[in-house]
């Protein structure tokens, strides 16, 4: 237990970046440095694709480390003080004059960030499938770091409050919520970096793959390929939601900061506790049942209540949708726990463990629907009309932003459902993969005891 908590504890920190970056990147550069809608969502967007292509070099990287300080988690430290300071950069940016100067600090900072965090979290993630072969210790391991990246994502709604201070609104507070983020990221990575010094690693074999051609291997599986669609599409949603968040709540709603906050927070504990139940439904029902009617009703249910909410309607978006709503997200971040048995699958084929690899292009691809997201938000609130610094928005943005945030969102949900119903590399298929693995593993401990025999 002690391991398993002090594994996940990195969640927290890399979470709270990641949920600060999410819902205020755009309200910040747009609000407070004054950066057009349009090419703050194209800076943002720039630097993810950025973040994406660097995923796959990282978890290559880490398949192919051999050091003394413990192969991946070697990386945790060194990712940790990287993404602190790459946080520090975002938020705080010079006296900027022009619009070329506030996107171009924009991307530049946000690439050096997402660098960090690549080299943190790649690792990091990878790191899971090698601690343990049970399926069911992986979901519970899986379980944990949902459950502190739920952590992390509710400290990010609760920061604006505590940091707030003489602040005005949660944008102009930034600069002393992302100090105190930094200083998150490197305690929580040397955290997990401490817990996981006496883990005894599956280490795989080392690769002699080259590493551009290495990119495309994990899409030679299978059961890889609609996985991956699945979690793409679902990313799409989440991204494209967190984006439009703040500026739906505010501009479409008319909820006041403090209510918006406290929305937010709600979510993120309803989230977070509701893991545990999504956990115990997956050990009794298996893993895609549960997803695809915990996906599908978030899909309809987000689609019906922001579509039909009315102006003000506090009390409904926080007991249909911070509480209601939120209990069923929990299913959709399940997803994650099946590419760990996608990986026994490729063991089986391959006699390889190519864990950073397959972690690497899901988050690639994770951050390119994400990248889709921003730069659709962006251009679409452009087209609207989006005015900048806080004044008063015409009425196509209103109807830009409900139609982003409840059907939008909604329809990738139900789409990621869909996909994830038809996927055939269920429990039955991965137990027959586990079976067989341990068959060979049996056969070979077999013949490496007779070669011994032999040789005495």
């Excluded at 599908?296 to 409904?316: H, K, S």
């Excluded at 997803?335 to 048995?341: A, E, F, G, M, S």
């Amino acid at each position: 237990m002690r391991v398993q908590v002090g594994y996940a504890t990195a969640d927290i920190g890399i979470n709270t970046v990641e949920t600060v970056l999410r819902l205020w990147v755009l309200v910040y550069y747009t609000d407070v440095v004054g950066l057009s809608a349009w090419l703050a969502g194209l800076a943002s967007a720039l630097a993810v694709v950025w973040d994406a292509v660097t995923d796959p070099i990282m978890g290559v990287i880490s398949d192919r480390t051999r050091h003394r300080f413990g192969g991946r988690r070697g990386y945790l430290p060194i990712g940790g003080v990287l993404l602190a300071l790459g946080v520090l950069t975002v938020f705080w940016p010079p006296a900027l004059d022009g619009q070329a100067a506030k996107f171009a600090w924009l991307l530049g900072s946000y690439c050096f960030l997402n660098t960090g965090m690549t080299v943190l979290s790649v690792p990091f993630m990878a790191m899971a499938g090698e601690m343990t072969e049970v399926p069911h210790e992986r979901v519970v391991l899986f379980g944990w770091r949902f459950a502190f990246c739920n952590l992390g994502a509710l400290l990010a709604a609760v920061l604006p409050q505590v940091c707030g201070g003489a602040a005005t609104t949660t944008a102009s507070a930034m600069p002393a919520i992302s100090t105190v983020a930094a200083m998150l990221v490197v305690v929580t990575a040397l955290c997990s970096w401490f817990a996981t010094a006496r883990v005894r690693f599956l280490m795989p074999p080392l690769q002699d793959t080259p590493l551009l051609r290495a990119f495309a291997v994990p899409f030679g599986n299978a059961a890889f390929r609609p996985l991956l669609l699945a979690y793409v599409v679902a990313n799409t949603g989440i991204g494209i939601n967190a984006a439009t968040f703040s500026y739906y709540y505010q501009h479409v709603l008319e909820l006041g900061e403090a209510d918006t906050l406290n929305v937010l927070a709600v979510f993120m504990g309803v989230f977070t506790l509701s893991i545990l139940a999504w956990v115990k439904l997956s050990k009794r029902f298996g893993k895609i049942r549960p997803m695809v009617v915990g996906a599908g009703t978030l899909g309809i249910g987000t689609t019906l209540l922001y579509l039909l909410v009315p102006v003000g309607g506090y009390a409904w978006v926080m007991g249909v949708g911070a509480i209601g709503l939120g209990a069923f997200v929990g299913s959709v971040v399940l997803i994650d726990t099946l590419l760990t048995d996608v990986l026994d699958h490729d063991f089986l084929r391959t006699r390889q463990l190519r864990s950073g690899l397959f972690f690497g292009v899901w988050r690639f691809a994770s951050k390119m629907a994400r990248a889709l997201a921003l730069v659709t938000v962006g251009a679409v609130l452009d087209v609207a009309g989006f005015v900048e610094q806080g004044r008063e928005q015409p009425p196509s943005v209103d109807t830009a932003l409900i139609l982003l945030f409840a059907p939008g969102v909604g329809a990738c949900f139900v789409g990621a459902a869909w996909i994830l119903r038809r996927y055939r590399f269920d429990d039955a298929a991965q137990a027959r993969v586990r079976a067989l693995l341990l068959r060979r593993a049996r056969r070979e401990v077999g013949g490496d005891v007779e070669r011994t025999s032999n040789l005495h």
